[in-house]
Every structure is written in structure tokens, then in C-alpha cells.
């Protein structure tokens, strides 16, 4: 029985004369690396996504500061950059597209130890979000915001006359979608990938509930701070991820078709890394065994990501990578400086004239 789940995405970058070899070249890189590395948000609630952006102000805020890069997504970052995936790859000299406009890519930064990838752009955005740090506190157990683009929820696992454990992945459309979750742990994910944010799909009763497919790597999972705000806590990475970031394909049998899809009980399946041998689901005192997904944590590169937006921007933007505080405290002395400077001319001038 043959169960496989269309993956083929659009690929649709913005091309500029004299560059169609180049821009060909690279839409069939990011065609190959969202077949083989990426995944969109998954949901209970029929029909399987969110695609309009939520109702909630700061919300749409996160929806918005998302754009497209390699077929998938990146997030802007600061004013003239956006953070994304490694697995996305690309290259400096192509097109992040966001608010109708294609941005040209001029620099490119590696995060250490990570699968973070940052974007300079030439030009720059009216907006940007606001990063989780250690000052924030532990990511676990609070609830979280995802975002990305990818695929619809496919048809329902079949196993006979037993419950479906979920669902196949579906066609990809390349449109955003969000859903909702709670971190369950921070898991190591080895020197090279550094720690994941961690939750599983467990259908306890929130229809809102999501979980990753094909098209949602680079997305932005949000966490909201003690003060209200949402802040970028992550990107997407993978689901059910080894350390090594190889991927998991589901099966009905040991010597089955291997298929992709989003689980919420694999108790009756098989599975097993991509290209190897499927392993009957391990299962626990016989509970559900939901799929888990994990994001790349910010909070550990956030100094790192913070100082190269600060030697790159312009003198005149030197508080862009400021939160909101921080930017208003600056605000309230320039607003200052320049009544005392203002003041002082006024004197000076009344003086001379007396």
C-alpha cells in the first residue's frame, strides 16, 4: 500500500535582468531543500491550518514580520536583516520578498554553533521583532506562538479498523499559517545544532494546537515575556529531529512505504530515520506517543546575534536593535537634549542682546 504525501513547493524567487541562470539555480536549490530538510503549521481544527492571521493585535504583529526566502520563510530580525534556517541555504545576492517588495541580500552571518543563518538586505524595514534572552528566563512550559508556510493537513492515516493516529502531509501552497502550543523542554541537540525548544502534539483539547510540516523551517516560534510582549524565542528546525537533523519518516509496517506525516498517537506505527530500517514507535506504560517538533533556541546567540546588528547599522539607527524600552528611555533623553540645547540658544541669545 502506497501512502506518500505530495511535497513538491513552489519556488517562486524574484528575478532581475541578467540574472535568470542565477535565479533558476537557485530556485532549484530551494526546491531540493524543501524536499529533503524543511517543514507548515499543522492544526486539530478542521480544515488542518490557519491561514488568515490572528485576531490579536501583537499576534499579527509576529504574522507580519514574516517573509518569504528560498520557498520557505525568514524572519526579520533588525533593520536591515532577517534571521532564518541553515537548512534553507541561499545566498547573498538573492531576494527575501516581504511586504510586495523583493529585498536583494548583500552579507551573510553564521551563527555558531547553530541553525541560524542571519540576512542582510539592502534597504530597510519599518519593523522588527524583539529577541528572547536569558534575562526573560526558562522557555519551558509557557506557551508558544508558531509561525510558517508549508503544506495542508492530507488525508487521515489509515490502520484499519482502530482510530487514525493523524494526519498525511498534505499539498504545499507556500501560504502562512500559525498555531499554538507549550514548550515542553529545552533539549541538547549536540555542539553543532546547539538546544532545541521542544513540544509535542498530543490532542489534549486544544483544536489550536500545531505542530511543523514541510514549508515551516525558518518560521518564528514566539514566547510571551513576563511583561506581555511576544518575543522571537526560535526557528523552526525539524520534527521528531535526531541529533544529527536527519529526518523521521512513519511507516504501517516494518517492510511498508515510509510516509510523512503529522502523528498525534503513533502507539500502532513504525518508524525510522530517513533511508533507514522502521522501528516499531517506543512506547511508554501504552500512552499516546505523539510527534515532537523543535526550534533553534535564540537565547543562547542572542548577545552574539545583537552585536553584529549593532556594527552594522548606521550611525542614525544605532537604537534599532533596542526593545521598546530601551528605545523609548533613549527617545525621553534625546527629547531632553535637545530642550536643554534649544534652552541654551535662547539664553545665549537673550544675553548678547542685553
Same mark, same amino acid.
Given at each position: ?9 513552489? &519556488? ?5 535582468? @541578467? ?7 537557485? &530556485? ?17 481544527? +478542521? ?10 493585535? =501583537? ?12 520557498? !520557505?520563510? @525568514?524572519?526579520?530580525?533588525?533593520? +536591515? ?47 522588527? *521583532? =524583539? ?7 526558562? $522557555? !519551558? ?40 502550543? *507549550? ?14 525548544? /521542544? ?14 510540516? /514541510?514549508? +515551516? ?21 525539524? %520534527? ?40 516499531? %514507535? $517506543?512506547?511508554?506504560? +501504552? ?14 546567540? !542572542? ?12 550611525? =542614525? ?15 525621553? %533623553? ?21
Amino acid at each position: 500500500m502506497m501512502i506518500a504525501p505530495s511535497r513538491i513547493i513552489g &519556488c517562486r524567487p524574484a528575478l532581475r535582468k @541578467g540574472s535568470c541562470k542565477a535565479a533558476l539555480a537557485s &530556485c532549484l536549490m530551494g526546491l531540493l531543500m524543501l524536499i529533503t530538510s524543511s517543514r507548515a503549521i499543522i492544526i486539530f481544527r +478542521d480544515p488542518g491550518r490557519q491561514l488568515e492571521p490572528p485576531a490579536d493585535a =501583537e499576534m499579527k504583529r509576529c504574522w507580519d514580520l514574516h517573509g518569504a526566502w528560498q520557498g !520557505a520563510t @525568514g524572519v526579520i530580525a533588525a533593520r +536591515d536583516w532577517f534571521i532564518t534556517s541553515a537548512q534553507m541555504g541561499g545566498r547573498v545576492g538573492g531576494f527575501f520578498d516581504w511586504g510586495g517588495r523583493a529585498y536583494r541580500t548583500t552579507e551573510v552571518k553564521t551563527v555558531p554553533n547553530s541553525d541560524l543563518l542571519l540576512y542582510r538586505i539592502d534597504g530597510s524595514f519599518p519593523d522588527w *521583532v =524583539e529577541f528572547w534572552d536569558d534575562s526573560c528566563g526558562s $522557555e !519551558a512550559e509557557r506557551d508558544a506562538l508558531l509561525i510558517g508556510r508549508g503544506c495542508a493537513r492530507g488525508a487521515p492515516v489509515q490502520l484499519g479498523a482502530k482510530p487514525s493516529p493523524g494526519w498525511l502531509w498534505g499539498d504545499s501552497d507556500g501560504r502562512l499559517s500559525w498555531g499554538k502550543n *507549550v514548550i515542553s523542554h529545552v533539549f541538547d541537540a549536540g555542539e553543532r545544532r546547539g538546544g532545541l525548544l /521542544v513540544w509535542t502534539w498530543d490532542n489534549e483539547g486544544n483544536d489550536l494546537e500545531g505542530t511543523l510540516a /514541510v514549508g +515551516d523551517c525558518g518560521g518564528g516560534l514566539f514566547l510571551k515575556d513576563d511583561q506581555g510582549y511576544w518575543r522571537l524565542a526560535g526557528i523552526h528546525f525539524n %520534527v521528531d529531529p535526531s541529533v544529527d537533523g536527519s529526518e523521521v519518516q512513519y511507516g504501517l509496517t516494518e517492510n511498508s512505504d515510509p510516509f510523512w506525516a503529522a502523528i498525534h498517537d503513533g502507539r500502532n506505527l513504525w518508524k525510522g530515520s530517513l533511508g533507514q530500517s522502521l522501528r516499531p %514507535v $517506543e512506547v511508554l506504560a +501504552d500512552k499516546p506517543a505523539p510527534m515532537w517538533a523543535g526550534a533553534t533556541r535564540i537565547a543562547p546567540h !542572542a548577545a552574539f546575534i545583537k552585536s553584529v546588528f549593532a556594527h552594522s547599522l548606521p550611525v =542614525e539607527a544605532v537604537g534599532s536593535s533596542m526593545g521598546r524600552s530601551q528605545r523609548f528611555m533613549v527617545g525621553v %533623553v534625546l527629547a531632553g537634549l535637545a530642550l536643554l540645547t534649544g534652552g541654551g540658544w535662547w539664553m545665549s541669545t537673550k544675553l548678547r542682546r542685553s
